[in-house]
């Protein structure tokens, strides 16, 4: 850039790299200097938008997403984004624009992300369509099979609507598919049984406890898998005391 300080391309490409190292403020800079230099280079437009939202300023985020999908009508990325950045603005409130935009981001891929998958689902969830819902996770598998984070978030979703007998049998497969994810599992499915069934949640914590229990202590020692494991002890001792 010292040796060609016009060229908008470079300044497109450090202002990423400013963005990735949240040095947001240098990064809308460059791109201020990119539209002076350039108007036409309109990857310029999701960028910025990607900066704004990494500023958690959503008005500006959209105004710069609405420019990116004028100049690029077929963009996926940028209807996914402004169906996020809807979301924020609309309050967490689903009955918006950012469903629509959450389709239309799915529909210009051959195989849509798992990310973009999984916010699709996340606004049914807020709108309360369980036939929606359901729909849209069987979309998702097929694109993406049974991935571990995808059925995680099924099994989550058919405990909280009271189907905890479907979540579990979930659990299980997801136990049978990642033997090293033993204990997590269990401790997901105890957490869910302490709503609906206290026996089942008991055995649940049983489990979780002999699953620990086998982990090699190298992998005990962990920081994330010894934390979780302090967490799930806390919450048993938190229920024990307040247990008649």
Same mark, same amino acid.
């Given at each position: 850039i010292e040796s060609a300080p016009g060229d908008p391309a470079l300044l497109l490409e450090r202002a990423n790299l400013l963005r990735l190292h949240n040095? =947001?403020? &240098?990064?809308?800079s460059d791109l201020s200097k990119v539209a002076k230099l350039d108007p036409s280079l309109h990857d310029r437009h999701i960028l910025r938008a990607k900066v704004e939202i $990494?500023? *958690?300023?959503?008005?500006? +985020?959209? %105004? +710069? =997403?609405?420019?990116?999908?004028?100049?690029?009508?077929?963009?996926?990325?940028?209807y996914y984004l402004r169906s996020m950045v809807e979301l924020q603005l609309g309050g967490?409130?689903?009955?918006?624009?950012c469903l629509r935009d959450a389709r239309l981001a799915i529909d210009l891929q051959d195989k849509p992300s798992l990310e973009y &998958?999984? &916010?699709h689902i996340q606004i049914l969830i807020l709108k309360g369509n369980k036939d929606a819902v359901e729909s849209a996770f069987s979309s998702a598998k097929d694109s993406h099979g049974e991935l571990p984070a995808l059925q995680a978030? &099924?099994?989550?979703?058919?405990?909280? /609507?009271?189907?905890? *007998?479907?979540?579990?049998?979930?659990?299980?497969? =997801?136990?049978? $598919? %990642?033997? /090293? =994810?033993t204990f997590h599992w269990w401790v997901e499915e105890a957490s869910m049984w302490r709503d609906h069934n206290h026996a089942k949640a008991k055995?649940? *914590?049983?489990? $979780?406890?002999?699953?620990? *229990?086998?982990l090699p202590e190298i992998i005990r020692a962990r920081p994330a898998m010894h934390g979780k494991h302090q967490r799930f002890i806390q919450s048993i001792s938190s229920i024990q005391q307040e247990s008649p």
């Open positions: 040095q =947001l403020d &240098h990064a809308l $990494a500023r *958690e300023n959503w008005g500006a +985020a959209k %105004t +710069a =997403l609405n420019a990116s999908l004028r100049a690029q009508s077929k963009s996926s990325e940028g967490g409130n689903p009955d918006g624009p &998958h999984l &916010h978030v &099924h099994a989550q979703w058919l405990a909280k /609507t009271g189907n905890p *007998e479907k979540a579990a049998v979930i659990y299980s497969g =997801l136990r049978a $598919a %990642t033997p /090293t =994810l055995s649940a *914590e049983r489990q $979780a406890m002999a699953a620990w *229990e086998s």
